[in-house]
Structure formats: structure tokens, C-alpha cells
């Protein structure tokens, strides 16, 4: 049963350090989003690459955040410095966006999440 | 741009109630359209989806019709139970782009 891992699954932290989330996304997909959910603000698209290069970041506060994948195995969202604001679960998920005839597999699988608290 | 809006929560029902919960969509094209649910302490999972004009999606019981005259994709089920107690979330993915958009969850609480 193919699944979208992450690590790690809680993270607790003090402001000011940095904080590295990884995402091993379904072996095949070629695309790979980040969201953040909170109470207030929902879930929020911050970033998504696909084969593994990166579309769209504009969701992401760009002097603290950045995301990468060194490798289609691996997606990286990391948080230097981090602030208490920065609290949230933080989803990874892919998806196969390749085109197959006239069917588009467009299905995204979601982590189960990091949930990130910043002291 | 693209968007979607759907009802807002708290739904509390009664077990083997009528389930409604509303979503409906502004975008350009024909895009594809998600319900996906999420589970306490879980990420999003599929539920259901349709990918074109009066496609019907169904699992698990519930149901949704893509309709493009109104711009709908509601969520239905004829009999809740307990464990359909979870966050609902209406999508869509637009034509032409590989960006998903999410409206802001439903979450239902049935009652035994």
C-alpha cells in the first residue's frame, strides 16, 4: 500500500532554531505540494514542485522558509529561524501528474503530517 | 481566479440523518473536482472526485455531482453514521494548472 511518509511526525522547538521537515513522496508521482493547516487560517498551499522543479512557492514566507528535492525520493521544507507564529501540521503530499491518454491521474495522497510547535 | 467556497461548520446531525454539505466553484474550463475528508489526527485522504460535467462521484455512500450550470459539487449521504464524524474539504484542480485548491473544510459531527 503505497503512502506518502514524513518525518518527523512532532516537532517541538524554541524560536530562533531551525527546523528541517522531510516528505518521501509515493515512488512514481512526479509532483509534491506543501501545506500548512491551522485553525485560523485553514490549509494553505505553501509550496509545489514537479519533477522536481519547483512551480510555485508564492504561499511561502520567502526569508524564512525554503523547500527543495534533491532527489525524486525526497522533498525537504525547512524553517530557519523559526518563530512561534510558524506553529502548525505541515502536509506533504504528490501526486502522479503525468497525462494518459485522454485520463488525467490527478489524484493528490496526502501525509499524515508534522505537527510543528515553536516555543 | 480560481476558487471554491463551501459551507461553513460546525454540521451536528443525528446518526442515519440526510448529509448536505455545500461546495460550489468559480474557475476557468473544465476543472476537476475533490472531496477529500480528514480524519482526527490524519492528513486529507480522497473521497470521492469527477472530472467532467455531470459526473457522478461516489464512495462509502456519499455522493457528489459535478454540476457545470451551477457551479456545484455537493457533498450528499442518506444516513450518516458515528464514524463519518471528520473534516470535509471541497476542491479543485483548474485546467492547464497542477495546483490544487482547497475551500476551507466542513466539519460534521454525528451524534449516536
Known amino acids: 500500500d503505497a503512502r506518502v511518509t514524513q518525518t518527523p511526525r512532532d516537532k517541538v522547538t524554541e524560536m530562533g532554531q531551525e527546523v528541517t521537515m522531510r516528505c518521501q513522496p509515493i515512488?512514481?508521482?512526479?509532483?509534491v505540494f506543501w501545506y500548512r493547516q491551522t485553525m485560523m487560517q485553514g490549509l494553505e498551499l505553501l509550496a509545489y514542485f514537479r519533477n522536481r522543479a519547483p512551480l510555485d512557492d508564492s504561499g511561502m514566507p520567502k526569508d524564512r522558509f525554503s523547500a527543495e528535492m534533491p532527489d525524486a525520493t525526497l522533498a525537504t521544507l525547512k524553517i530557519q529561524p523559526s518563530e512561534p507564529r510558524d506553529s502548525a501540521v505541515y502536509f506533504c503530499?504528490?501526486?502522479?501528474?503525468?497525462?494518459?491518454?485522454?485520463?488525467?491521474?490527478?489524484?493528490?495522497?496526502f501525509g499524515p503530517g508534522t505537527r510543528l510547535t515553536v516555543l | 481566479g480560481n476558487s471554491v467556497t463551501q459551507m461553513e461548520g460546525p454540521v451536528t446531525l443525528s446518526e442515519e440523518a440526510f448529509l448536505t454539505i455545500n461546495c460550489t466553484y468559480t474557475a476557468t474550463g473544465y476543472p476537476s473536482l475533490f472531496w477529500y475528508v480528514q480524519y482526527p489526527g490524519e492528513g486529507l485522504q480522497l473521497l470521492l472526485k469527477a472530472t467532467k460535467a455531470d459526473d457522478k462521484g461516489s464512495n462509502k455512500g456519499f455522493e457528489a455531482t459535478y454540476r457545470k450550470e451551477t457551479t456545484s459539487f455537493h457533498l450528499e449521504k442518506g444516513s450518516v453514521q458515528v464514524s463519518d464524524s471528520a473534516v470535509y474539504f471541497c476542491a479543485l484542480r483548474a485546467t492547464g494548472t497542477y495546483k490544487y485548491i482547497f475551500g476551507t473544510g466542513t466539519r460534521l459531527k454525528v451524534l449516536a
Open positions: 503530499a504528490s501526486a502522479d501528474s503525468r497525462d494518459r491518454g485522454r485520463e488525467k491521474y490527478n489524484e493528490q495522497f
Open positions: 515512488l512514481g508521482h512526479n509532483t
